[in-house]
């Protein structure tokens, strides 16, 4: 029974952490069981990684198990109940007694090997395991999440966890409407259409609440009054209400202005907590919260997120028809620089307007191809390391999910530790990203219905302005384009001769004997940092 396959994966997790009283909060997105962690040192990740269900482990804010699209939707709800069942037993501690963690790294973790002179690829010995390799990429994560825990990266990362909640339903209703698309061209079942359109178009429609009610929760208000200042935005009565000399219109300002009223929904509420009495809180707050938010939305809100919103749109539009190539270049190549720095939050807004605006983002496809360079960088890593077979198990296992857009096991197993191959990966991604930058360029635009997946998971999101089959086509392309130069930059100039000899040795240690000829590379390893998550949104897993 599936319902017994997905509670043993949560029985089998349970302990590992530490127990249900070792737990602070249960989360999941599009790929990973989000945790709050009480006492990390009671965390297990090697015993966690080993799990068959387990793609890898992310430490971020919260501590992330990777299980893959699908499978965490259904196993978070029996975690759940078992951390309901078990709810103050003590927390489980490890079997044995682990010496302190190196700071660098996060307590649990294997002690990573001593650093060599050039920082970003593994230690200089002959025997570099994919345990190793884990190790160094988990003490990378952990010096550059030190300088990502600045106050204007944390509000982002605030912004994301508004918008990760909504994606389950962005990628149903985006789906749905792709069916409805396909049999209004087909001139199939004309009665059941206009229910399809009803189904994707609703949640849309409403998109503005939901913004404003995890706005409210997320910064500390009462969720519901957040929602309330934000419906304001979609009510179809403020067509009689003027501001800046101008009707207003329903959804005028969508997502962003949602956000903006229930932020400031918040602060109001926080004020009236302070100054009004207990007695009559129950009245006056959510009153003069919601009087005073609704009407600087109405008068002020709505019309500035609106311009925004607009010249998000143009902006993207422009910048695609008229440097496609170029700007596909610069955005799937520095996509994961861009999410190592914690910047790529911010760009959920942007794809969730875009959305609401046009129906697609048309820059979520090009981000996507930063995974598929990744992908090609890890097959060519595999074919240049024959005797390594620690490494090239972690790629085999690790493959799967990354083509459907899972990239945390490959950047932080593989990728990322060994230094240059995630730079040659960042080149496959650019050079994806410029191919479908230059058809957008051209005219056919290819765009998403939802954010959260990419990879292999995004074909059935496609949308764009030309006939669905050229905008596959052209995603797919893309995608190929992505794992081949990705492949040929890693297979070509991703080692120097001698870090190829030692990493290419049996597992006792022994070099190959005949080590494949060299080629003309760089010298030296290239010095990276840790991103975070490729899948979201997104992404980018995005999650």
């Given at each position: 029974?599936?319902?017994?396959?997905?509670r043993?994966?949560?029985?089998?997790?349970?302990?590992l952490?530490?127990?249900?009283g070792?737990?602070t909060?249960?989360?999941?997105?599009?790929t990973?069981l989000?945790?709050?962690?009480?006492d990390?040192s009671?965390v297990?990740?090697?015993?966690?990684?080993a799990?068959?269900a387990v793609?890898?482990?992310?430490?971020?804010?919260?501590y992330?198990?990777?299980l893959?699209p699908?499978t965490?939707?259904r196993?978070?709800?029996e975690f759940?109940?078992?951390?309901a069942e078990?709810?103050?037993?003590p927390p489980?501690?490890?079997?044995?007694?682990?010496?302190?963690a190196?700071?660098?790294?996060?307590?649990?973790?294997p002690?990573?090997?001593t650093?060599?002179?050039?920082?970003?690829a593994?230690?200089?010995d002959?025997?570099?395991?994919?345990d190793?390799l884990?190790?160094?990429?988990?003490?990378?994560?952990a010096?550059?999440?030190?300088?990502?825990?600045?106050?204007?990266?944390?509000?982002?990362?605030?912004?994301?966890?508004?918008f990760?909640?909504l994606?389950p339903?962005?990628?149903?209703?985006?789906?749905i409407?792709?069916?409805?698309?396909l049999?209004t061209?087909?001139?199939?079942?004309?009665?059941?259409?206009p229910?399809?359109?009803?189904?994707?178009?609703?949640?849309m429609?409403?998109?503005?609440v939901?913004?404003?009610?995890?706005?409210?929760k997320?910064?500390?208000?009462?969720p519901?009054?957040g929602g309330?200042?934000?419906?304001?935005?979609v009510?179809p009565g403020v067509?009689?209400?003027?501001?800046?000399?101008?009707h207003?219109?329903?959804?005028?300002?969508g997502?962003?202005?949602?956000?903006a009223?229930?932020l400031?929904?918040?602060q109001v509420?926080?004020?009236?907590?302070?100054a009004v009495?207990?007695?009559?809180?129950?009245?006056?707050?959510?009153?003069?919260?919601?009087l005073?938010?609704?009407?600087v939305?109405?008068f002020?809100l709505?019309?500035?997120?609106g311009?925004?919103?607009?010249a998000?749109?143009?902006?993207?539009?422009?910048?695609?028809a008229?440097?496609?190539?170029?700007?596909?270049?610069?955005?799937?190549?520095?996509?994961?620089p861009?999410?190592?720095?914690?910047?790529?939050?911010?760009?959920?807004?942007?794809?969730?307007?875009?959305?609401?605006?046009?129906?697609y983002?048309?820059?979520?496809?090009?981000?996507?191809?930063a995974g598929?360079?990744?992908?090609?960088?890890?097959i060519?890593?595999?074919?240049?390391?024959p005797?390594n077979?620690?490494?090239?198990?972690?790629?085999?296992?690790a493959l799967?999910?990354g083509?459907l857009?899972?990239?945390?096991p490959?950047i932080?197993g593989?990728s990322?530790?060994?230094?240059?191959?995630?730079i040659?990966?960042?080149l496959?991604g650019?050079?994806?990203?410029a191919?479908?930058?230059l058809?957008?360029q051209?005219?056919d635009?290819?765009g998403?219905?939802a954010?959260?997946?990419?990879?292999?998971?995004?074909?059935p999101?496609?949308?764009g302005?030309?006939?669905?089959?050229?905008?596959?086509?052209v995603y797919?392309l893309?995608l190929?384009?992505?794992y081949l130069?990705?492949f040929?930059a890693t297979?070509?100039?991703?080692?120097?001769?001698?870090?190829?000899?030692e990493l290419n040795?049996?597992p006792?240690g022994t070099?190959?004997?005949?080590?494949t000829?060299?080629?003309t590379?760089?010298?030296?390893?290239?010095?990276?940092?840790?991103?975070?998550?490729l899948?979201?949104?997104?992404?980018?897993?995005t999650h």
């Open positions: 029974m599936p319902e017994d396959k997905n043993a994966i949560a029985a089998a997790l349970l302990p952490v530490g127990g249900a070792n737990l909060s249960i989360a999941h997105c599009m990973r989000r945790l709050g962690i009480q990390r009671l297990q990740d090697e015993a966690l990684k799990l068959p793609m890898g482990v992310v430490e971020d804010d919260t992330q198990i990777v893959g699908g965490v939707a196993v978070t709800p759940e109940r078992l951390v078990s709810r103050g037993t489980v501690p490890e079997p044995e007694a682990a010496a302190p190196p700071a660098t790294a996060p307590a649990g973790a002690p990573a090997p650093p060599p002179a050039t920082a970003g593994p230690a200089s002959a025997s570099t395991t994919a190793e884990a190790a160094h990429g988990a003490a990378l994560k010096r550059q999440k030190s300088r990502n825990a600045t106050p204007v990266k944390l509000f982002l990362r605030r912004i994301a966890n508004i990760v909640p994606i339903a962005l990628i149903g209703c985006g789906i409407a792709g069916i409805n698309g049999l061209n087909l001139g199939q079942l004309p009665s059941v259409v229910a399809l359109a009803a189904m994707a178009s609703g949640f429609s409403l998109i503005a939901f913004v404003g009610y995890n706005t409210a997320e910064f500390g208000g009462t519901i009054l309330a200042v934000a419906a304001v935005i009510f067509t009689h209400i003027s501001a800046f000399s101008q207003l219109s329903p959804g005028q300002g997502v962003l202005g949602a956000l009223a229930a400031l929904a918040v509420e926080k004020q009236c907590r302070k009495p207990e007695a009559l809180d129950v009245l006056v707050t959510p009153t003069v919260t919601v005073v938010t609704g009407l939305t109405l002020g709505m019309y500035v997120a311009e925004v919103a607009t998000i749109g143009t902006g993207a539009n422009w910048l695609l008229h440097g496609g190539a170029f700007a596909g270049l610069v955005l799937g190549g520095l996509f994961l861009l999410v190592m720095l914690g910047l790529h939050q911010a760009l959920i807004p942007l794809h969730t307007t875009l959305i609401e605006q046009q129906g983002t048309v820059l979520l496809p090009i981000l996507a191809m598929a360079g990744q992908v090609g960088a890890a060519a890593v595999y074919l240049r390391l005797r077979r620690s490494i090239r198990r972690t790629i085999k296992s799967p999910a083509f857009g899972v990239g945390e490959l932080y593989v990322l530790p060994l230094g240059r191959p995630f040659t990966a960042c496959g650019g050079a994806g990203g191919f479908v930058g058809f957008n051209l005219g635009a290819v998403s219905t954010i959260g997946p990419s990879g292999w998971a995004l074909f999101l496609v949308k302005n030309q006939p669905l089959a050229t905008t596959l086509v797919a893309g190929a384009v992505g130069v990705g040929l297979y070509f100039f991703g080692f120097g001769k001698q870090l190829r000899t040795a049996d006792d070099p190959a004997s005949t080590p000829p060299a080629t590379t760089a010298p030296g390893p290239t010095t990276t940092s840790s991103p975070t998550t899948g979201a949104p997104g992404g980018v897993g």
